[in-house]
């Protein structure tokens, strides 16, 4: 934020959407950068291994399925064993197409 907050000083330019800004402020004034990485997050733990999001997207430009010119999220799913939720998030997370 801007104009004579306490953060101010901390993050000037910092133009940051959805509020994060103060927050982000808070956390380098208590812990310096270490301040700066995000807590853990609440919720159940993640259940794709780095290992299965580095396969969908090598996977993708290298092969293609049977009988088809592109994967779908379906056809995905199903070469590697992983659910369809799964491959979905991945593609949209790593912009894969």
Do not use: Y
């Not at 133009?15 to 700066?36: I, K, M, S, T, Y």
């Not at 430009?61 to 009988?67: I, L, M, Q, Y």
């Not at 939720?85 to 912009?95: D, E, Q």
């Amino acid at each position: 934020m801007r104009g004579g907050t306490p953060d101010s000083g901390c993050v000037p330019a910092a133009e940051c959407c959805c509020g994060h800004g103060p927050h982000l402020a808070a956390g380098f004034v208590e812990r310096g950068l270490d301040g700066l990485s995000d807590e853990p997050r609440s919720g159940a733990p993640r259940k794709t291994s780095d290992a299965g999001v580095e396969r969908v997207i090598a996977k993708t430009p290298e092969e293609s399925p049977k009988n088809a010119t592109h994967w779908s999220t379906r056809s995905m799913a199903a070469a590697t064993g992983m659910s369809q939720s799964a491959i979905s998030r991945i593609c949209r997370l790593w912009l894969v197409e």
